[in-house]
């Protein structure tokens, strides 16, 4: 079964701090593919990135970072100089490769970044 | 281009009542999926339509139906309510990735 696990409930940082946010997903698939979202108190699910299974590079995209490790089955996302406006709960996720069928997406329960001034 | 768009934005139903949620994809795209996030957990798959045909079904019950119209938009209906079903509901559509809507609150009393 498919199963994501984000460990952290809750993390509270002062701004300018780095912090990583830590995933680890279960499939059986070999083809994947794993995504971020943020949510802010608006509600609405913001995508910050997609990895298919076959991509282990880490991406780089302004202060925000992503590590995906196959043999720990983990993708770990880091935040560098955290700002107030970081703060929100973000989302790991999941999909298996299904074509045109159905490929729902499997979420975390979501870690909450606070970040102080 | 619009964002996914979905109404009501906000919604307060009666245990027992009935609930439509409506939901517009991107121009373009086809295929509409609908999740539930209950307060404090990630969202639950609930439906996949694509070209107007139901693709996937989550563990929810048949009180929850759902269909998507010839221009791409959808309806999520559910029937006799149960304060369970007090969530944020969201819909995303999808091309390559997957975009979400702001969502409806609904709060069953």
């Known amino acids: 079964a498919q199963k994501v696990t984000q460990a952290q409930t809750e993390i509270s940082v002062v701004e300018k701090e780095d912090v990583t946010l830590d995933c680890v997903y279960e499939t059986r698939d070999t083809t994947y593919y794993l995504f971020w979202y943020k949510q802010p108190p608006s509600g609405e699910l913001v995508f910050l990135i997609r990895?298919?299974?076959?991509?282990?590079q880490n991406e780089i995209s302004g202060r925000y970072s992503w590590n995906f490790q196959k043999s720990t089955s983990s993708f770990n996302f880091t935040i560098t100089a955290s700002q107030v406006v970081d703060s929100a709960v973000y989302f790991c996720?999941?999909?298996?490769?299904?074509?045109?069928?159905?490929?729902?997406?499997?979420f975390g329960t979501g870690t909450l970044l606070a970040v102080q001034p | 281009d619009a964002g996914v768009t979905q109404s009501p934005t906000h919604l307060i139903k009666t245990r027992g009542q009935h609930v439509t949620l409506r939901c517009s994809p991107i121009?373009?795209?086809?295929?509409v999926s609908w999740y539930q996030q209950v307060l404090g957990q990630g969202p639950q798959f609930i439906f996949q339509y694509y070209e107007k045909e139901e693709r996937g079904r989550g563990n929810f019950p048949d009180r929850f139906s759902a269909r998507q119209f010839p221009n791409y938009s959808s309806e999520l209906n559910v029937n006799a309510l149960l304060l369970g079903d007090s969530a944020l509901y969201l819909c995303?559509?999808?091309?390559?990735?997957?975009?979400f809507g702001s969502g409806t609150r609904l709060t069953v009393v």
């Open positions: 990895r298919n299974s076959f991509d282990e």
């Open positions: 121009s373009g795209h086809k295929s």
């Open positions: 996720a999941l999909s298996e490769d299904a074509g045109g069928a159905t490929n729902k997406l499997i």
């Open positions: 995303a559509s999808r091309l390559n990735g997957y975009t």
